[in-house]
């Protein structure tokens, strides 16, 4: 079946390191997605990884695949009260163009 | 690029009224784009996928003439709820499926809030 499970809550100070993980149950996924919604808005694609990928980076984030125990994560260098949002890993089953979405984690910047 | 609207972003209605929620990718052509619900502190729920031309496909659960769904160009889609009651009070949000190849590319609107009084 498909299931994404993501914990539902991060506070980290502002400049830390921010890491969020993901687990995923469908090893038939092409490409894993993060997606940003920030309060009262609509979901922001951050980056994506292809299933044959194990690291990419993309400026201040960095997307670990791990395809062997299907996990996921995102990690947010340097990070700031402006990534204060709800962070969605989402995975694409079978390529059938829909999406399945993890619950979110809430990520809370302090300064 | 990779633009997608919604229209209007808030809408207060009153029980038993339809309520027409607009979805349009700005720049770019979409013949599929989707409809989610999403509940407070919750992820989003897939409701159904809009195909250009063709009847919308609509997930377990979700009934078909209650959510009224028309993709009549391939940059326009519209959600219809019929006969608003209060437990269709929700945020609505549509995607645009971006012409990108094999790559499953959905850019997100910003999200319609629907209370029903």
């Known amino acids: 079946g498909e299931d994404v499970e993501q914990s539902l809550f991060l506070s980290v100070r502002e400049g830390d390191s921010s890491v969020i993980n993901c687990t995923y149950t469908?090893?038939?996924?092409?490409?894993l997605y993060w997606y940003k919604q920030e309060p009262g808005a609509g979901l922001q694609l951050l980056t994506y990884i292809f299933s044959n990928m194990d690291m990419k980076q993309d400026q201040r984030l960095t997307v670990l695949l791990n395809k062997k125990d299907k996990h996921l994560s995102l990690r947010i260098a340097d990070t700031q009260t402006g990534d204060s949002a709800i962070y969605f890993c989402a995975e694409d089953p079978g390529g059938y163009s829909t999406l399945t979405f993890g619950k979110g984690t809430m990520l809370l910047v302090s300064p | 690029g990779a633009v997608v609207s919604q229209h209007p972003s808030r809408v207060i209605c009153k029980s038993g009224t339809s309520v027409k929620i607009e979805c349009r990718s700005l720049d770019f052509q979409a013949t599929t784009m989707f409809w989610y619900r999403q509940f407070p502190k919750q992820s989003l729920m897939l409701m159904a996928t809009?195909?250009?031309?063709?009847?919308?496909?609509?997930e377990q659960g979700v009934e078909k003439d209650k959510f009224l769904i028309n993709h009549a160009s391939l940059t326009l889609s519209t959600l219809t709820v019929t006969s608003a009651h209060p437990e269709d009070s929700s945020f609505y949000i549509c995607?645009?499926?971006?012409?990108?190849?094999?790559?499953?590319?959905?850019?997100f609107g910003p999200g319609t809030r629907l209370t029903v009084t």
């Open positions: 469908d090893s038939s996924s092409t490409y």
């Open positions: 809009s195909n250009e031309g063709s009847k919308a496909t609509y």
């Open positions: 995607s645009a499926l971006y012409p990108s190849g094999s790559r499953n590319e959905q850019y």
